[in-house]
């Protein structure tokens, strides 16, 4: 319970299983008293943090499904999105306010396999942006082949390579919470910059990362404490 497991930007800025947990079921209670049941959907539009990811889980803890979003989308982006999926509740910073004088979520709704869990928007550079449903089932095996292949040592320190709204980012999210390592939110600059992505690394002694081919293709680390890279999507 005492083990860190989400280190954000800052310094003692962080989540340990216990703390990681009380906070998503305060946000999960709060989104069953505004009507968010299972199979509804919810949009998720915070600032990249440890709140984002607690917020993940208090959807799933009420049988409801996401979309993980950006608060920095553009409007008219942002409110198709809501309406295409019939979002039931927005979690934004305001929401989040005062989300500590909630009292934790007691009774957890346990999904069927294939009740949806993840909603995926494309970019919408050809016209509207289209969603992509992922169920519980298929998120679950993602995360046991991803585990099965990439079996890391207990404390390993995993950095999240990948924007939220990104699929890239579902094992980067989702493994580590589940194979007792430690996870590190890489800020987006490090993920478009060589040469901070390898201070990052350095600096954090972090073991494994998802860096995308483009980026791997120019990155060179600096020390050696990375052990595991995890690559995918564009041209491999």
């Not at 009740?115 to 169920?135: A, E, R």
Request: charged letters at 20%; glycine letters at 6%.
């Amino acid at each position: 319970p005492d083990q860190v497991v989400i280190v954000d930007q800052g310094e003692g800025n962080y989540f340990t299983y216990r703390s990681f947990d009380d906070y998503a079921r305060k946000v999960a209670v709060k989104l069953q008293r505004l009507g968010v049941t299972r199979r509804s959907f919810v949009t998720i539009e915070l600032p990249r943090n440890k709140e984002y990811i607690a917020s993940m889980y208090a959807v799933w803890m009420v049988g409801a499904a996401f979309a993980p979003l950006s608060p920095t989308y553009p409007a008219e982006r942002l409110e198709y999105i809501r309406s295409d999926c019939d979002a039931k509740v927005v979690i934004d910073e305001k929401f989040l306010r005062n989300i500590e004088n909630e009292e934790p979520i007691t009774e957890i709704i346990l999904p069927e396999p294939q009740d949806p869990s993840l909603l995926i928007y494309t970019s919408g550079s050809t016209g509207n942006p289209k969603g992509v449903l992922h169920s519980h089932a298929g998120i679950n095996d993602s995360i046991v082949r991803y585990s099965d292949y990439a079996d890391p040592p207990r404390g390993f320190r995993a950095a999240l390579g990948a924007p939220f709204t990104f699929v890239a980012s579902v094992q980067g999210v989702f493994a580590p919470l589940c194979s007792c390592l430690t996870a590190y939110l890489m800020p987006y600059q490090a993920m478009r910059d060589p040469v901070l992505l390898a201070d990052y690394i350095y600096e954090n002694k972090i073991n494994r990362t998802f860096i995308s081919p483009k980026m791997l293709k120019v990155f060179k680390q600096k020390g050696n404490s990375l052990q595991t890279v995890v690559t995918g999507s564009e041209r491999v």
